[in-house]
């Protein structure tokens, strides 16, 4: 069983900047591959970002490409969303989840272990 949790949530204006991190119990996480979703208030879950289970390959939304950046330690069992350049459609729950196999993917149904969320409202 693998626990995440999120953590660096919180209220920003638009412009501003914000830091999320996910840490990850366990000693297999250096061979998970990593993702980032998002859910805004009356819609589905969403992918926003992910990485590689040794951390050489990235994949973005269309939405966040060029704002965002998605990084991981492994050392430390943590994977980070570096947001950039907010919005306030950027506002959402933000969850990170961990798929056990081996193929990268985008779809929220092929995530193995999900955190609880962290909130992220881009508000003046």
């Known amino acids: 069983q693998v626990q995440l949790v999120e953590s660096g949530g919180g209220l920003v204006q638009p412009g501003g900047s914000l830091r999320l991190s996910c840490v990850a119990s366990?000693?297999?996480?250096?061979?998970?591959?990593m993702g980032w979703f998002r859910q805004a208030p009356g819609k589905e879950r969403e992918f926003v970002a992910r990485i590689s289970w040794g951390g050489g390959s990235t994949f973005y939304a269309d939405s966040v490409k060029d704002r965002f950046t998605i990084s991981r330690d492994n050392t430390k069992n943590t994977v980070y969303l570096q947001m950039n350049s907010l919005k306030p459609e950027d506002t959402a729950v933000y969850y990170c989840?961990?798929?056990?196999?081996?193929?990268?993917?985008?779809?929220?149904?092929?995530?193995?272990?999900w955190g609880q969320g962290t909130q992220v409202t881009v508000s003046s």
């Open positions: 366990g000693r297999a996480f250096s061979s998970y591959n």
């Open positions: 989840a961990a798929r056990t196999s081996l193929m990268q993917s985008d779809s929220p149904g092929k995530y193995d272990y």
